[in-house]
């Protein structure tokens, strides 16, 4: 779904198309360009090249040892990864060049008191990926038991995070916003 926001250049009569990643997209944006996303247990990955000129978001659904059906489905961390990598590489860019925001994975249902909630798991094996692929993470705002709406306009250091039905430790790693 694409919307149109307000350009940064304001009263400039510019409009700048936005891209809103539903559950298991993947896209890439070019400097200047906007990516947003809702997160709740699931994880988005942004990955940008050190000086912002290009960026891939995905919204990861799943993520474990369960592969899906379909090689395709982007729903799931693997594929999601490497649809991500594929972008990046075809615009001439190493993605483990690339510097990382990891964002959600939050525990939708606190009052289950689950051991092991769904959005831990689909962080754990987002670090462990970003590990593994020798990619650094340059920032974060994950766990608690909030939503969190993204929007990230390439070209800038951090994404724009609000979140809601926001808890006592969202707010402490969100920094009170």
Not at 140 to 150: F, H
Request: glycine fraction near 12%.
């Amino acid at each position: 779904m694409e919307t149109t926001l307000p350009s940064p250049m304001a009263g400039s009569g510019i409009a700048m198309t936005a891209r809103f990643l539903h559950p298991g997209d993947v896209a890439l944006a070019l400097r200047g360009e906007r990516l947003e996303t809702l997160l709740g247990s699931c994880v988005a990955v942004l990955l940008s090249d050190p000086q912002h000129t290009i960026g891939a978001m995905c919204h990861i659904v799943h993520a474990g040892r369960r592969e899906p059906a379909d090689p395709r489905d982007t729903s799931h961390a693997g594929p999601a990864m490497k649809a991500m990598f594929a972008l990046l590489r075809s615009h001439g860019f190493a993605p483990e060049m690339c510097e990382a925001w990891i964002l959600g994975g939050g525990n939708m249902f606190p009052e289950q008191d689950l051991i092991y909630p769904v959005g831990h798991a689909n962080l754990d094996w987002v670090y462990q990926f970003l590990h593994r692929e020798g990619i650094e993470v340059v920032g974060e705002a994950v766990g608690g038991s909030c939503y969190r709406r993204i929007g990230w306009t390439i070209g800038s250091d951090a994404p724009d995070i609000t979140a809601c039905g926001i808890d006592s430790q969202a707010a402490s790693e969100l920094g009170g916003h």
